[in-house]
């Protein structure tokens, strides 16, 4: 079975470019998370959906990053204009469950450099 | 305080030993907590859920301590292949929340 799909798994682009990553969740799945990961923060929830409606995006750093989710089978998180700081790795995980969700299944990243 | 709290390692432990990584957390409501396992640049995986009572799969051994609020990690006759780090993972307030740790780095040598 096909797990959570995501792309570009690399991307290096210059300050103030817009960058789009893209996910395809699990089938059936009906929660999707955006993560981001650096060696000085770790883990870090950016938006939560559920059944396609955005339940939490607290988490979303500031004005420059949006997340869609138009249907069930896809996701982007867009960055415009992008900055140095918001180079990391960039997950997106699905969950059969959102609430009381234990197991999230990530997909392998997004390693995002903006030079 | 950090939501959670967990030693960075490396644990560097021969093939073999026994090992544990605690980990605490600071929202005394979480209900719930796992053990996620990352190997280097690989995404996370679920490794274990944490019950009240403690729960053991094969050589694993997850404990939790509600009073102390810690959770552990026993890891018996260590293999090459459970070298990764791992990321200790309260439920946060929110149900759907999950609070990742940065991890505590386990090398097993030969």
């Known amino acids: 079975d096909a797990g959570v799909i995501q792309s570009p798994r690399h991307e290096v682009t210059e300050m103030g470019q817009e960058v789009t990553l893209r996910c395809k969740p699990i089938s059936g799945h009906n929660s999707l998370f955006w993560y981001r990961q650096t060696m000085m923060r770790g883990l870090e929830l950016l938006i939560y959906?559920?059944?396609?409606?955005?339940?939490?995006d607290s988490g979303m750093p500031e004005d420059r990053f949006s997340a869609k989710m138009p249907n069930a089978s896809f996701s982007t998180l867009k960055i415009q204009p992008s900055e140095p700081r918001d180079s990391a790795v960039y997950f997106c995980?699905?969950?059969?469950?959102?609430?009381?969700?234990?197991?999230?299944?990530f997909g392998e990243g997004s390693r995002l450099t903006v030079l | 305080r950090k939501e959670v709290e967990q030693d960075p390692g490396p644990f560097n432990v021969p093939e073999g030993a026994t090992v544990a990584f605690n980990c605490t957390y600071s929202n005394s409501a979480s209900q719930s907590f796992f053990w996620y396992r990352q190997d280097c640049r690989k995404e996370p995986k679920l490794l274990m859920s944490v019950y009240s009572s403690g729960n053991e799969d094969g050589r694993f051994t997850a404990q939790l301590n509600r009073a102390s609020q810690y959770i552990s990690l026993l890891i018996r006759d260590s293999k090459l292949s459970d070298s990764a780090t791992y990321l200790c993972v309260p439920r946060g307030d929110s149900s759907y929340k999950l609070i990742f740790g940065s991890g505590t780095r386990l090398l097993v040598r030969p």
């Open positions: 959906f559920n059944n396609n409606v955005p339940i939490d």
């Open positions: 995980a699905s969950s059969p469950q959102g609430y009381g969700a234990g197991e999230l299944f």
